[in-house]
C-alpha cells in the first residue's frame, strides 16, 4: 500500500511535467499523436486492472473472459465476451456506445488477435 501512494505522489508531479515537456519536444520534432496514443492506451490497460472487480461484475456473465489482465485494453476484453456471447446487459450496451463511435471496435482490439 505504501508503494501505491508514493507512485500516485510522484505521479501527480511528474506526469503534468512529462506531459508538457513531450507536447513541446515532439510537436515540432513529429510524432505526437503517436506518443497520445501511445498514452492513452497505457490509460486504458491501467482502468482494466484497476476496475477488475466492478467490470468483472457489471459488464460480464460469470463465465466471461475476466478483466483485470495485466497490458489488456478494455475494448479487448469487451472483445473477447462478444465472441463468447458472455456479456451481460450493461456490457452489450457499451459495446453498442463503443460500435457507434468506430464498428466492431472491441472486436477489432482483441490483443494477440481474434484467434486468441
Partial sequence: ???????LLISIILLPIGFIYSFFKL???GGFNK???MIAM???QLINKVCKELFN????KKEGYSFGKVDETISSVLGR????GTLSSTGK???KFIDLLDKDHCVKHIE????N
Fill in 1 to 7: 500500500m505504501i508503494l501505491l501512494i508514493i507512485a
Fill in 27 to 29: 510537436i515540432f520534432k
Fill in 35 to 37: 506518443h497520445c496514443t
Fill in 42 to 44: 497505457s490509460i486504458d
Fill in 57 to 60: 461484475d457489471t459488464l460480464i
Fill in 81 to 84: 465476451n462478444v465472441l463468447r
Fill in 93 to 95: 450496451v457499451l459495446v
Fill in 112 to 115: 494477440g488477435g481474434i484467434a
